[in-house]
């Protein structure tokens, strides 16, 4: 069987030869081994699954908004209505709210899908009462898969979450983008003979991203924000380990006895995110400059000016 | 039971009031509506009072910022970093471990555990930020000729501030600050899920949202109940910000005010 992919690969092995009997130790010898514990490393390593969300989930929002805003554009109007609802609807709403709801409901969706064609012979309803009953080999996952199977999954379900959320508040802010490419642009392709599809992806699509840029970059600020909410979806993240860690522990039970350490760790968590947001805000800042670079706006005139 | 009695029993559930035990079986729509709409209570509590004082701390935070003196403005430029750079989720559970704390060692402290207030001061906290830097751009962007106006009739001091740089602070903000507004009751969702208990079971819209949904195992209705009594809320809010926003602008020519459309407004 595989190590499981996101709990802790726990070992009593310790990484100093020092740590056998940490009663005996005192300061910083005491805190090299406590931070180096078993249960320290899968912390550590919960923050490798807050980065990997939002390398998934940018990418992926981002073809949501697309996809969305492209819908909402649509001159067919149940095309347009369907994405206009879905920003509206989205937006509408908190967004804890919709994490919440969209955990189970995508669950039990798939799982509902693959029941109608994997048991179609089933008669009884898939809602009795407070139950809700698929036959065992549409079980998501199924229930013989290892450990690691299930932690992906529960993974994968609150990556197309956020990509669910995040999508509607994206769509929004490329509509707008699309809208605020002029239109003499447009009207040169469409003088010049380009089809609609070649004007769209020739023209309108390379120029929109300036325009956009302000409202992506501060929708990834909101993103980075709202990846603690990972916890309340049953994955083992920062915020799981942080309260695990920081909780207190009597002699009975650990090795490294201590009382309740929670402000320190949601102290270094809360570090750890102005370190993100600060870092994302410098790359936002060397983007713009070089998006602004030879476009009809005000920050590509700069550069021009400032070139000649 | 009927819906009446249901009302009766669970409308004022949230703060403690009518039939003490929770539904167990059988849930009804009507149950649903009426906990869910019970427990928005607290969301609109905690809006409203977040609101009320985050407004006046954010306008002192934003001329704090503005100001020329660095001994102002580096502490209030820090106050906002940290309160924006940091997720809400994350400033919660810090905030109570360390409220925890202070109750553990000073007392006459205990009533900060509890969520009617210790949530309440840290969603003051962030919203004060967010405001702050929402007024600081407004300061900003004050026409140049009101100011000058003001300096040509010899208008100085806390009189030009009343009369010429808060009104248009307030009517360039306003847009943005009720976008703030809305995200804030949205926020206030957060509370029970972040650090800060639930006592008897009185909590906000989301929780008893959640429990219906744990207990029923089917999302399809208390979340579309709970997406519903927000949804009137964000109206409600937008109502009452236009309301406000309008009597700001009510000196311009009327041609510039162009209404936004209606779903512009309601969904940002």
């Known amino acids: 069987m595989r190590a499981p992919l996101f709990s802790n690969g726990q070992t009593a092995r310790a990484m100093f030869s020092y740590c056998t009997d940490p009663s005996t130790l005192e300061g910083l010898s005491w805190l090299s081994c406590y931070l180096t514990t078993g249960k320290h490393m899968a912390f550590y390593q919960s923050f490798g699954i807050v980065l990997v969300l939002l390398a998934i989930t ?72 407070n139950d809700f009953v698929v036959c065992a080999q549409a079980k998501l996952p199924l229930s013989t898969s290892p450990q690691w199977v299930h932690e992906t999954y529960g993974f994968a379900l609150a990556v197309l979450t956020f990509a669910i959320v995040f ?25 010049y003979g380009m089809s609609t599809r070649q004007t769209f992806w020739r023209i309108m699509v390379p120029q929109m991203w300036v325009y956009a840029l ?95 | 039971m009927s819906c009446v009695q249901t009302i009766q029993d669970y409308a004022f559930r949230s703060i403690g009031l009518g039939e003490r035990l929770l539904p167990r079986e059988d849930y009804t729509l009507c149950e649903q509506f009426t906990l869910i709409g019970s427990g928005m209570i607290w969301n609109i509590y905690f ?76 969603l003051f906290l962030n919203t004060t930020a967010y405001s702050a830097e929402i007024f600081y751009g407004a300061l900003q962007s004050i026409p140049k000729g009101d100011l000058e106006a003001a300096d040509a009739y010899g208008i100085t001091g806390w009189t030009r501030f009343k009369r010429i740089v808060w009104p248009s602070m ?59 009594y927000f949804i009137l809320l964000t109206l409600a809010v937008i109502t009452i910000f236009g309301r406000i926003g309008k009597h700001l602008n009510r000196h311009l020519p009327q041609a510039v005010l162009r209404r936004p459309s209606f779903m512009r407004t309601l969904f940002r």
């Open chain 1, 214 to 308: 302000p409202g992506l970059s501060n929708l990834w600020m909101i993103l980075i924000k709202a990846t603690p909410l990972l916890f309340l979806l049953g994955v083992e993240d920062i915020v799981y380990w942080a309260r695990e860690l920081g909780a207190t522990k009597s002699a009975k039970f650990t090795d490294f006895p201590h009382g309740n350490w929670n402000a320190y760790y949601f102290g270094g968590l809360l570090v750890f995110y102005l370190l993100l947001t600060s870092i994302s805000e410098r790359v936002y800042k060397r983007l713009s400059l070089r998006l602004s670079h030879g476009q009809a706006t005000a920050a590509g005139e700069a550069q021009r000016k400032a070139a000649t």
């Open chain 1, 58 to 129: 940018a990418p992926v929002a981002l073809m949501f908004g697309f996809a969305g805003a492209t819908a909402a554009r649509s001159r067919i109007w149940p095309i347009s209505l369907l994405g206009k609802s879905y920003t509206a609807i989205v937006r509408g709403v908190p967004d804890i709210a919709f994490f919440m709801f969209f955990v189970i409901a995508l669950d039990q969706g798939f799982e509902y899908l693959r029941h109608k064609v994997k048991c179609s012979d089933w008669s009884e309803p898939v809602r009795q009462g």
């Open chain 2, 170 to 228: 307030m009517r360039l903000a306003w847009p943005a600050y009720t976008n703030e507004a809305i995200f804030l009751f949205h926020a206030t969702a957060l509370v029970y899920f972040s650090g800060f208990p639930v006592w008897q079971q009185r909590g906000d819209a989301l929780y008893y949202a959640s429990y219906f949904a744990d207990k029923t195992f089917n999302p399809f209705v208390p979340y579309p109940i709970l997406a519903f």
């Open chain 2, 47 to 122: 809006g409203l009072v977040a609101i009320l004082f985050g407004f006046f701390a954010a306008t002192g935070l934003a001329i704090a910022k503005n100001s020329g003196s660095a001994k102002l403005r580096k502490p209030a430029e820090f106050f906002i970093y940290i309160f924006r750079g940091s997720p809400l989720f994350i400033q919660m559970f810090f905030a109570y471990a360390v409220f925890l704390s202070i109750k553990q060692s000073v007392p006459g402290f205990s009533l900060l555990t509890s969520a009617w207030l210790g949530a309440a001061i840290v």
């Open chain 1, 167 to 191: 999508g509607a508040f994206a769509a929004n802010v490329l509509f707008g983008a699309m809208k605020a490419v002029p239109r003499a642009q447009l009207e040169t392709a469409e003088a």
